[in-house]
């Protein structure tokens, strides 16, 4: 499945569609933005937002209140609720609520996220598990996502950014 997406700077603009390998449209040409093809499902953001399955059926459709923040990795996704940032299953459940202002998609069990801060950085980062438990207190100024069981992690002390590694095993 090949994924097309117009972007801005094509002189006729138009919807970004997608298309199976045949070229043979199976999404129309109706939404501001259309993502990757992940664990079945593809992202979808326009008037109407959600997920769409290969054949271009609605899989999920969120609520006018709701929108997608990431594609669909490990079984969840993140979605947007009014400004706060929660987790989906398949199914269209929130199953982590609404809580984080950033997050990210899920690998090797965690997945990063911020919530609002005081101070000096308006938002700190740190992990959570699949059941949305934190499994060290948001202190990062950034975390990023796992790749081979390690993620970079950033964080500011005394005048000075410190960099790091946090496993996946704690």
């Given at each position: 499945l090949r994924i097309y997406s117009v972007p801005d700077a094509y002189i006729v603009p138009?919807?970004?569609?997608?298309?199976?390998?045949?070229?043979?449209?199976?999404?129309?040409?109706?939404?501001?933005?259309?993502?990757?093809?992940?664990?079945?499902l593809i992202r979808v953001l326009g008037e109407k937002s959600g997920f769409m399955d290969a054949?271009?059926?609605?899989?999920?459709?969120?609520?006018?209140s709701q929108f997608p923040s990431t594609n669909f990795s490990e079984g969840l996704a993140a979605v947007n609720?009014?400004?706060?940032?929660?987790?989906?299953?398949?199914?269209?459940?929130?199953?982590?609520?609404?809580?984080f202002v950033d997050a990210a998609p899920f690998q090797s069990g965690l997945a990063s996220v911020a919530v609002k801060a005081s101070g000096i950085r308006d938002k700190t980062y740190s992990y959570i598990n699949r059941i949305g438990e934190f499994i060290i207190e948001p202190h990062f100024v950034r975390a990023d996502s796992f790749e081979d069981g390690?993620?970079?992690v950033h964080r500011y002390t005394d005048s000075n950014f410190e960099y790091g590694f946090f496993y996946d095993t704690g």
């Open positions: 138009a919807p970004p569609s997608a298309t199976d390998p045949d070229s043979s449209i199976i999404i129309s040409p109706q939404f501001s933005r259309i993502e990757n093809y992940s664990e079945g054949k271009g059926q609605w899989a999920i459709l969120l609520q006018s609720v009014r400004g706060a940032i929660g987790y989906i299953d398949k199914l269209g459940e929130i199953v982590i609520p609404p809580q390690i993620a970079r």
